[in-house]
Antibody, heavy 121, light 110 residues
């Protein structure tokens, strides 16, 4: 069974740094063609992709957030970490991690349950 | 930037009737590799998004065959042949040329 689960703080103050961890099981991020991405969804709004990381350590960032994001993987721990700096109230959202597979043309096929992050003083 | 639009933004469907959602992109989603990077997701109430369709028309594992996708270039359509109560939620199209999601179409049951 393939699962992903996001973890991290639920409340962050403006200007602080957010660190989220995606812990997954049932697949390996060292397998060719596999990636993990972070996507967020503000309350009542559409989805927004943030960052991607692949089996070969290739990375991609949303152009609008690139300067604030860092994505890392720890293959031995089956974890992907997202670091977002200088948080603001508009970063309040549910943050999802999801697997991507080349054989599905890099669709996000399995998603974590999501973690709600509120940015407020 | 590629802008994705969906129409309608909301629809109400009688069970057993068909439904159709349009997704248009501001640029072609046909990649130089010859493949078209368009996907459909459904987010049921209180749930996480689930993959329905990848590469325009390929149903993901376990997706009922009442769901079908079609289109090319910049115009795409998701069709549900006979809507069931469990199909309610928000449908999103996603493109993977520059990676982005449409605004979503909320479907409920009459």
């Amino acid at each position: 069974q393939i699962t992903l689960k996001e973890s991290g703080p639920t409340l962050v103050k403006p200007t602080q740094t957010l660190t989220l961890t995606c812990t997954f099981s049932g697949f390996s991020l060292s397998t060719t063609g596999v990636g993990v991405g972070w996507i967020r969804q503000p309350p009542g709004k559409t989805l927004e992709w943030l960052a991607l990381i692949y089996w070969d350590d290739d990375k991609a960032y949303s152009p609008s957030l690139k300067n604030r994001l860092t994505i890392l993987k720890d293959t031995s721990k089956n974890q992907v970490v997202l670091i977002m700096t200088n948080l603001a109230p508009e970063d309040t959202a549910t943050y999802y991690c999801a697997r991507r597979r080349r054989e599905l043309l890099y669709a996000f096929d399995i998603w974590g349950q999501g973690t709600m992050v509120t940015v407020s003083s | 930037d590629i802008v994705m639009t969906q129409t309608p933004l909301s629809l109400s469907v009688t069970p057993g009737q068909p439904a159709s959602i349009s997704c248009k992109s501001s640029q072609s989603l046909l990649h130089s590799d010859g493949r078209t990077y368009l996907y459909w997701y459904l987010q049921k109430p209180g749930q996480v998004p689930q993959l329905l369709i990848y590469e325009v028309s390929n149903r993901f594992s376990g997706v009922p065959d009442r769901f079908s996708g079609s289109g090319s270039g910049t115009d795409f359509t998701l069709k549900i042949s006979r809507v069931e109560a469990e199909d309610v939620g928000v449908y999103y199209c996603m493109q993977n040329i520059q990676l982005g999601f449409g605004p979503g179409t909320k479907m409920d049951i009459k």
